[in-house]
């Protein structure tokens, strides 16, 4: 079992910075790839990016690209998203999900975390 906790997220103006934190218990956390998904009112949990277990690999969601970075730390058992030029559109709550597989299907990912929530002010 492998418990995410994510932190971060505040209120923040267009074009400012956030890095969001998500801890994992569990030693088995390091042998899963990790994803951020996000989800706004109204819409369904959209995709932003993933990372593999040993970091190598990562993914993104057109969107973000260019302007979020995914890493991880293993020694911390930790993953990080750092978004800079935020825009009003990328308001939503960010979830961090764990899994075997590098993928961006939300049904793919068994742990989740409880979120945390971004707020961009136009």
């Known amino acids: 079992q492998v418990q995410l906790v994510e932190s971060g997220g505040r209120l923040v103006q267009t074009g400012g910075s956030l890095r969001l934190s998500c801890v994992a218990s569990?030693?088995?956390?390091?042998?899963?790839?990790t994803a951020w998904f996000r989800h706004a009112p109204g819409k369904e949990r959209e995709f932003v990016a993933a990372?593999?277990?040993?970091?190598?690999?990562?993914s993104y969601t057109d969107s973000v690209k260019g302007r979020f970075t995914i890493s991880r730390d293993s020694a911390k058992y930790t993953v990080y998203l750092q978004m800079n030029n935020l825009k009003h559109e990328d308001t939503a709550r960010y979830y961090c999900?764990?899994?075997?597989?590098?993928?961006?299907?939300?049904?793919?990912?068994?742990?989740w975390g409880q979120g945390t929530q971004v707020t961009v002010s136009s």
């Open positions: 999900a764990a899994d075997v597989a590098l993928t961006d299907d939300v049904k793919a990912y068994r742990y």
């Open positions: 990372i593999s277990l040993g970091g190598g690999h990562t």
């Open positions: 569990g030693r088995t956390f390091n042998t899963y790839a």
